[in-house]
Structures are given as structure tokens and as C-alpha cells.
């Protein structure tokens, strides 16, 4: 079933989507440290802005799957039957004299 969003529909393969793409950002950042690690040397700022900019991207991503999964979790709770007014759970008739 496919849930609303700002500026179009979520879906699972959106979410997963997302969620792709953090890890390729993850292997792109780590790849960054392995290289400066492997050469026993700080960032250049070059590599610096590209690794804060990987991990802003990584922070923007993680916030819209949250907010895709917190829509989502939206959907089972409408899609539920409205409570009895009478509180009946167990599928008892309300008391009689009430209609």
C-alpha cells in the first residue's frame, strides 16, 4: 500500500531505497579514512569537505527514512476498526436501555 510523502508516494522499495544509498555513502566515507589511514597523514580539506558532505547526505537520508517509517506506522493504526463508544472489546452488546 503506498504512503503519502511531502512531495510524492513512499513505498518499501523507496525506504529501501534510501537506506542503499546510506551504505553507499558509508563505503564512500570509508574509503576516504582507509586512504588517509593507509598514508599515515590528516584529511586534505578537500577530502574533509567531501567527508563532512558524505556525512550530511548520510544525516538527511536517515531523517527521511525515519519520517517514512513513522508515516508508515500511521497507516496500521487508521487502518484499524473504530474503538466501541462503549469500550466493547470482547464482542458483548452494550447494556440494554442505551439505544
Do not use: H
Amino acid at each position: 500500500m503506498p504512503r503519502l510523502k511531502m512531495f510524492g508516494v513512499w513505498n518499501e522499495d523507496s525506504i529501501k531505497a534510501l537506506s542503499e544509498r546510506r551504505g553507499d555513502l558509508k563505503t564512500e566515507a570509508l574509503a576516504i579514512v582507509d586512504k588517509v589511514e593507509a598514508e599515515n597523514r590528516d584529511l586534505t580539506i578537500d577530502e574533509q569537505k567531501l567527508f563532512d558532505s558524505l556525512c550530511d547526505q548520510d544525516q538527511q537520508l536517515k531523517a527521511r527514512i525515519a519520517n517514512a517509517e513513522r508515516v508508515d506506522s500511521w497507516g496500521a493504526e487508521l487502518n484499524e476498526p473504530p474503538d466501541d463508544p462503549f469500550g466493547n472489546i470482547t464482542g458483548t452488546t452494550a447494556p440494554s436501555g442505551f439505544y
